[in-house]
C-alpha cells in the first residue's frame, strides 16, 4: 500500500496551544482550566523496606525519570508511601507524540505522514493521545527510550501502581451528555476515546450496539410469550438468527471503529512485556535483535491448558453436581425435622464456596498463563481472560444444563433412590410408597432467578460496595496520615499538606488508593448475559427484556465506575475487543445445540413422559438444528462480507487517490506511444535486409496488412478480384 | 506498509538483450533462439460474414491494433479465416512491462518501486511477464490503454480466438526436466510459472503437494489392508486428520508461493469482463469513475442458485437412483431371458445419458452466472466452477452414497417387493419364496471401480483421443487448405505460403485449431479425488496408492496436454486455486460424516442385520465424530496460526529493513531530550513567580525531590532525623 511520501516541510506544523495550566486551579472555578494530558502519578511504596533500601530506590526511580527527562515533585501518600508526581515538559510530550505518530506511519496503521521532522512538537489531538505518549516514556524500555518504569514488577515491585489522574470536570460533562442521550453516536464513542482509550472505547462500542441489537429479541420475546406455546421452536430459531446477524455485523463494526480511531492492526506495535523470557537473541534478516523464544514451545505449553480446563470442569461438576443433589433432596424428598431451613444450606453453601473455588482456579489459570510466556501484554490478556472466561461459564450455566438435562428428565427415576439411599444412612424409616414429582417449572424459575438476581447483585457489587468500601477506607486513611504527621514530631511536617495544594493532594491520595481498571471483567459479564440468551433463550422468551433495561443502565454504571472508583485507565490502544468475538461465536454455535434440546425435550415432548422415542430423535434435532445455524451462518458472511464494510471502501479509495497522482504522471507518457511507433516502423524497413525479420517486414508499410488481408478474404470467398472494393 | 520512495534515476536503468530473433529459426537449428514473448496470434474468421462485412472487421481490427502501436502480419489460416500476426516492438512491449511493474508496486502487490520513469523500457523477468503485457495491450479496453480485442464477444464476436505462440523448445526442456525428477521443487514450479503464469503454475503447486502428502494415506492405507479389520474406525481417522492437515498445510503454502511469485492480493487489480453489465457510472470519493451494480443485487441473483442446485440434485438423484434400481433389480433380481446382456443395459443407458444431462445442467449454469454479472472475470469463473463441481461430485458420489446407505442396509427389504412390483408390472410369474440376500461386497466393488476407471478414463479422455482427434482434422484441413487455393485461381495465391514460412504457418494454424485450456477442469479432477478419499476413506484403504501412481502421471500428462493439445494459455496472474480450497475443506467435513456412517454401519455392525439399535445410534456417531474433527481442525488451525508463515516473516522484515531507514533519522533525534530537559529546567525557574507553576517548581532544584523525598520515607519510618543519610 503506497504512502505519501513525507515532505520536509520549511516551517514546523503549528501547534494548538498546550494545557499546562494551574495544577490546584480545580480548587477556584475560575481558573477550572487545569491539564491532565501531562501529568502521572507513580505510587512507591517502601512500607517493606528499610529507610537506606527506600531511599536507593527512590533516588533510581528519580534518576531514570530524569534520564527520559521528566519532571517530578514529591509529596506523601497514604501509609509508608510516597505519591511522585511526573509531568512531560511540552516540547518532551509534544516530540514524543510526533514520534509515535510518525511509527504509525512507518507501520501502516495510518496512511498520511504526519508531517514535520524529528524535532517537530506536536499537541495530541485528546488527552488520550499525549497520555499514551506519556504512559511509553514512562513504561517502554530503555532501549525503545522510555524509563523502563514496570510497576510491580522485577526493580520496581515496590511501585504499587502508576496511573494519569481523572479529569473529573470532563468525566462529569461525559456522564451528563450520556445519561441525557438514549442512544450513543460513534461521536459520542470518541468522546471516550478521547478520555480513556480505545481499549476502554471498544468495550463501549460493544455494550452500546449490544444493547440496540437486543430491541429485536425484546420485541419478539413479548410475541412469543402472548401467542407461542412454551418453549417454542419458533422463538429459539428466531433468537439464533439474531445471534448470528449481530455477530457478523459486529465484526465489520469493529473493523470500522479501528479505521475510525486509527488503530487497525495496531498490535504489531506492541512492546515486549517486561515478564516475557526469550531464549536467545537473534538478528533477523532487517537487522533488527529480536528476542527469541520458539513458537513450538509455547504451542505446546499452551496445550496445557487443555488438561486443566479438562480437570477444572470435573472438579466444577462434582461440587455444582452434589449441592444440587443435597438440594433437589432436601427440598423435594426430605421431610425430617428443620426441612424448612435446611432448604437453604445448600444454596449458601455453595454461595460461599464458589467464590473461593473461582478465585482458587483463576489464580492457577494466571500462573498457566504466565507459564505459557506470551510475548506482549495482549497475548497474555487474551489467553488468561479466555481461560477465566471457561470457568466462568461453567460456574454460571451449568446448573441451568443440569435441571434441563438431568434434573427434569431424569429426577422422576433417581430422585426415589437418591432418597432412599440417603435415609437409609441417616437410619431415617424409609416410606415405601413415597411418590415425587418433578416439578417441570423449575427451569424457568432457576434461568429467571439465575439472569435476574444475577443482573441486580452484579450491579450492587459493581457500584454500591466498592464505593462504600473505598470510602470507607479513605477516611480511615486520611485520619491516619495527618495523624502520623502530627505525631511525627518533625517540625517540617507538623503542618502535613501545604494549604493550597491539600485539595489536590486529598484527590491524588484518593485515586491513588483505587483499584486498577480492567476492561475484560466489564465485557465477560456481557458475554455471559449474551450467553443466556443464545443458551436457553426458549425456556423464558421475557429474558431479553431484562437484560435490554439492564444494559442501558449498565452502560451508565460502568463510565460511573471507571470515574469514581477505578484509577483512569492508561490510554492503551486496540482494534477490537479481541478474543471475546471468539466466545461470542462459540456461544452461538453452541446455543443452536441447547436451544434444539431444550425444544425437544420440554416442546415437542410432554414434559414428564420421556420414553425412549424422546431419547433417540434427540440427537437428529440437535444435528440438524446445528447443521442449518451452520449454513445460516455461512449464508450471512457470505453476503456480509459481499456487501462489505463502509470504511474499508472509503479507506480503499482514499489510497487510490494517493496513488493516481503517480499513476497520472506514468499515464501522460502513453501519448509518446504513437511516435514510438513511427520510429519503429522505420528502424523495421531499415533492417529488413537482415534475413531474420524477412516475415515481419512484409506489409510493413502503411496499409499493406490490410490489402493483403482483403486479398486473401476475396480469395477464400472465390468472389471475383477486380469488383470495386466496397469500402473504398 | 511504507513503500521505498521513487527515485527517479539519471539514467534508465540497462536492459537485458531482447529476444526478437529469426521466426522462422526453429526450422534449422542452428539459428534455433526465437523470440516468443512479444507475438500473439489473433484467429480472424469470416465464414459467417461476405466479403465487405468481413473487410470492414478486418479494417477496425487491424486500426485498433495499430492504435496502441502494435505490428501486425497476415496469413491466411484454416478454412475462412485469417491469422492476424501481433507483435509488440521493444520500446512499446519493455514500456508496458514497466508500467504494469509500477502499477503492482502502486497497488501495494509488490514491496519495492523498479524504479526508471515513465518511459523506462525493461525486459520482463520471463516470458509470461511479456506475454501478460502483451495480453493486457490487445485486450484492456481503450480506456486503459488497450486495444480492446474481445475475442467471440460483441464487436469482436468473429474473432475465435487469440493466443501466444508456444514455445516448442522451452516446453521440450520442461518435460525433460520434469520427468527426471520425482519431487518438484518451487524452483521447478517457477519454470512452470515463467512459461504459463502463475494461475496455471498454482495448478501444478497443488497437484505436487497433494501427489507428495498422499504418501502418508499411502503407507497407512497398506497398514490398514494387513493388520486392521474391514471399515476400520482407526483409518478413517488417520484419513480425515490427514485430508485436515494437508488443507491447512497448503493455505499457508498458497500464501508463501504468491509472495514468491508477486501476485499477493493480486485480485484488487483485475479489470472489468467485457460482459459486465452495470447499471450507471460514479463518480467515487478518490475521483475515479466506477462502473457500478449494485451488491445487493448481485447477492438477491446469486441466491437463484439455491433452487438450480436444489433441483438439478433431486433430478439426478432420481435418473440415478431409477437406474441404479434397474440394474439392482436385474441383477440380483430378474431371472428371465437374455439377464445376461439385460444386466448391461442399465449402466450402459447411465453411460450415454450422464454426459448429455451434465453438459445441460453446465449450460444451465453457465447462464446463471452470466445472469449474476459479476464485475471480474475471476469472479465469474468462480462462481461457474463451484456450480459445476456441486453437479460433478453428484454424479460422481451419488451411486456410492445410494449403495452405502440405501441398497446395503435396506436391500433386504425392498428388493423382493420391488421385484414382485416389477414382475407384475411386467405381468410374469411372481416367485412367492424367492430369496434375496445383499452383496455386502458391492459397496467396495463399486468405490474400487468408480475410482480406478475413473482414473484410467479420464488420462484417455485427456491424451489420446484429443491427440487423435486433433490430428485427423489438422490433416483434413491442410489438405483443404492448399486445395483451396489450387483452385482459387489467383495468381498470387496459386502458390499458397511462401515455402521459408510454410513450417512456421503449419505449426501457428495446427495451434490455432486447439482448444483453449481451463486450468479449473483439471483442479476439478483433482478436487473430485481428493473427494472419493475424503468421504469413502474406509471402504478400501488401497485407494490411495491408486491415486498416488496416478498422479505421478497426471502431473507429467497435464503438461504434455497443455503442450500439445492446448493453446498456450494467456499468463494471467493469480494468487491461489482460488474457491477450490472451501470446496476442499467442504469436502473435508461431509467426510468427516460419511466415514463416521460407514464405519459405524459396516464396521461396527454385521453388514446384514440392521436392528432399530444399529439405527438410532447412528446419529450419535456422526454427531460425535463431526465435532472431534471441528475440535481437531481448529486446533491445528490455531496450532499453524501461531507457526505462521516463512515468507509473510520474511516480506514483514523486508518492510521493517526499509521503516528503519526512517526511524533511524527519527530516533537520532532523541539524543536531543538531554539539552531540552536543561532548558526546560531553566524555563521553570524563570517562571517561579507566576502562582500557577507553585506546585511544579517546588522541587525544580538539581536533587530537589530526592531530598524530599528522602526526609519523609526517614519521618515516615519515624527514623532520627539527623542520622547521617547512608547514601551520601
Redesign the interface.
Known sequence: ???Q??QIPEKIPDIKPLRR?????LDDPA?AYIAYNDKYIIVFD?SSL???E???Q??AL?SDL?S??L??????GY??S?L??V?A?R??LG?TVH?SR??D????ITKKHPGGN??SIVAGDNEAEDLQSLYHLLTWSKEL?GAGITPGFGKWENISSAFPLHNPIRNQKLLVHLSKKFFLSSDDLDQIRDLWGTKVAFYFAFIQDYFLSLAFPCVAGVLAWAFLPKYSLAFAVVICIWCTVFLEYWKIREVDLSIRWNVRGVGKLKVNRPQYRYEKEVV?????VQQYFP??K??VRQLTVVPFLALSTIFLTIVIGTVFALETFIVEGYDGPYDYYLEYVPTVMLALLLPFINNWLEKLAARLTEYENHRTEDYYEMSLTQKIFVLQSISNYLPIFLTAFVYVPFGETFIPHLRTYILSLAGGAVDPNFAFHVDSNKLRNEVITLTVTGQVSSAIEELALPYLKTNARDWWRTWRTTH??AM?G?T??VRGDDP??AR?LRRVRKQAALAHYDVHEDISEMVLQFGYLALFSPVWPLIPIGFFVNNWFELRADIIKITIEHQRPAPIRNDGIGPWVASLEALTWLGSLTSAAIVHLFGFHNATVYGLNTW?TL??T??ASEHIFLGFRAGVRW?LH???SEHIR?ER??L??E??K??D??????A???H??V??RER?KSVRMT??D???T???EEGA??R????????????D?DEP???E
Open positions: 500500500m503506497p504512502l511520501i513525507p495550566a494551574d495544577t490546584l486551579g481558573t517502601f528499610d529507610v537506606s527506600a531511599s536507593k527512590l533516588s528519580l530524569e527520559v527527562g519532571q517530578t515533585e514529591i509529596r506523601v501509609d509508608e510516597l511522585v508526581f509531568q515538559p516540547e518532551l516530540n514520534h510518525v511509527k506511519w512507518l507501520y501502516g524529528s524535532n527510550g533477523d534478516a532487517a537487522g533488527r513458537r513450538w509455547r504451542i502520623t504527621f511525627g518533625q517540617r511536617f493550597i495544594e489536590f433417540w440427537p437428529i440437535i444435528f453476503a459481499a456487501i462489505g472509503k479509495s482514499e487510490y487517490a496513488r493516481k503517480h499513476l504522471e506514468l499515464e501522460a507518457s502513453s509518446k506511444r504513437g514510438l511507433d520510429v519503429e523495421r534475413a531474420s524477412v516475415f515481419w512484409r506489409q510493413v496488412s490490410m493483403a488481408g482483403l486479398g486473401m478474404i476475396r480469395a477464400l470467398k472465390g468472389s478480384f472494393m466496397k469500402e
